[in-house]
């Protein structure tokens, strides 16, 4: 996992310096492996209970960092397109939200595990699929205050978000679980049912 995650960065790298195609760069899987791949080793490590060597505040420190970072970058404007976000950029988000994730295994990092942070991550599906054509409908009402717009682009996209989560999300998730539970039990007995 960890030889795949090098290749996609390898590969990304090479989009860039060669001149290859950018966009297949940006969205292609095998480009974009690194995120999955990192995830996927702390999956399993967390699995195995192999976390143990992790310092809490070891990575306290290693996430502000990379925050701190994170702000240059959108400061500058090199987090999302363009050449230097497609070698490196995709890579440091990885890194980042792998450590975030080690620390929320952890425990005790309130931060994250309640309030409005808490709730953008149960709602965040549907925000990542359908932020962008909202946001970009949304450049086209005349609102003469960019803030104004700002806000009412929240609040549609969250609000649409939360009727998605509450009225279709979740009551798909419980039944999987249901189903799931029913699965692992087996079917009734015929003779139990008799008595019901």
């Known amino acids: 996992m960890a030889s795949s995650a090098v290749i996609s960065v390898a590969w990304r790298i090479h ?17 974009r492996m690194d995120g999955f791949m990192l995830g996927a080793i702390v999956a399993i490590l967390y699995s195995r209970d192999q976390l143990a060597w992790v310092n809490v505040r070891v990575l306290n420190w290693v996430i502000a960092s990379l925050a701190v970072i994170f702000g240059a970058m959108t400061y500058n404007n090199v987090n999302l397109f363009g050449r230097f976000a497609i ?21 005790n990092f309130a931060f994250l595990s309640k309030g409005p ?12 699929l359908f932020h962008f054509p909202i946001v970009y409908g949304m450049s086209y009402v005349n609102v003469h205050s960019v803030i104004l717009n700002l806000l009412l682009t929240l609040g549609i996209v969250f609000g649409a978000a939360s009727i998605s989560w509450y009225k279709m999300e979740k009551p798909l998730i419980d039944r999987g679980r249901s189903l799931n539970a029913v699965v692992k039990v087996g079917p009734i007995p015929q003779q139990a049912l008799a008595h019901t």
């Open 15 to 31: 989009a860039v310096i060669s001149g290859g195609n950018l966009v297949g760069a940006y969205l292609l899987p095998p480009c």
């Open 87 to 107: 070698a490196f950029g995709y890579a440091f988000y990885a890194i980042f939200f792998a450590a975030i994730l080690m620390r929320v295994i952890k425990g």
């Open 117 to 128: 942070l808490a709730y953008a991550g149960t709602v965040s599906y549907f925000v990542y």
